[in-house]
């Protein structure tokens, strides 16, 4: 074979290896979709392939969602579970640019409860830059009764004291249970995710969305 022909067969090889990349990604996102459809006919939710960020994210001004650029939502289900109105999906934002760039994305729980006042607060898995950050002086809120919670969790609000009331024992109790999520609250919301991390539709999202309800009922 000359170096023509060599070539070539290269050329149609990584096109052919390409072009199987992208339809693997078209039949996973496809079944994905009708993951989240099957979900929202059981659980009675509406369903939206490429919505918006939902407003109520918006209006409370979640961290989340100023991340990156090229933002973008897939697979919304929003519907209702008691008193408490629950929105989840898929959130995918970029940072960086050219060969540093790169994409995250996650499943999202976004859940109001009218009438509740929770304190603005951010709750990230503690990591060393966390540690670092906090022996350079930035703020942590912890607890001396709960040290699993405090070396698991990064707490922090801009108003501590009530950060602390509502973080009462059986809220931490909760988070103790659950390490890895990330979560944010601001008056009627909450936010609830774990970074880079898609939650299957068909067996890991419902028990989650009971779970974030659990969590959001305890802080009441």
Wanted: charge should be positive.
């Amino acid at each position: 074979m000359d170096e023509s022909m060599f070539a070539t067969v290269a050329v149609l090889f990584a096109l052919a290896i390409i072009g199987f990349l992208i339809y693997l990604g078209v039949v996973h996102a496809k079944k994905r979709r009708e993951g989240f459809q099957r979900l929202a006919t059981r659980l009675g939710f509406q369903f939206a392939d490429m919505p918006g960020v939902p407003p109520e994210a918006i209006q409370a001004g979640f961290n989340l969602f100023s991340r990156g650029r090229s933002t973008r939502v897939r697979n919304l289900v929003r519907g209702q579970i008691d008193d408490v109105h629950v929105a989840a999906f898929d959130y995918s934002y970029t940072t960086g640019s050219g060969k540093n760039s790169k994409t995250h994305s996650q499943t999202v729980l976004l859940l109001s409860r009218p009438g509740l006042k929770l304190p603005r607060f951010t709750l990230n898995p503690e990591n060393m830059l966390h540690r670092i950050g906090e022996m350079l002086g930035f703020d942590d809120i912890d607890f001396s009764h709960a040290p699993h919670f405090s070396r698991c969790y990064r707490l922090s609000g801009p108003d501590a004291n009530a950060v602390r009331q509502a973080f009462g024992p059986s809220v931490i109790s909760l988070f103790e249970r659950a390490e890895g999520l990330s979560v944010e609250g601001d008056g009627a919301h909450m936010l609830l995710y774990q970074t880079r991390r898609h939650l299957e539709p068909e067996s890991e999202l419902e028990p989650s969305i009971r779970r974030a309800i659990g969590f959001l009922k305890a802080f009441a």
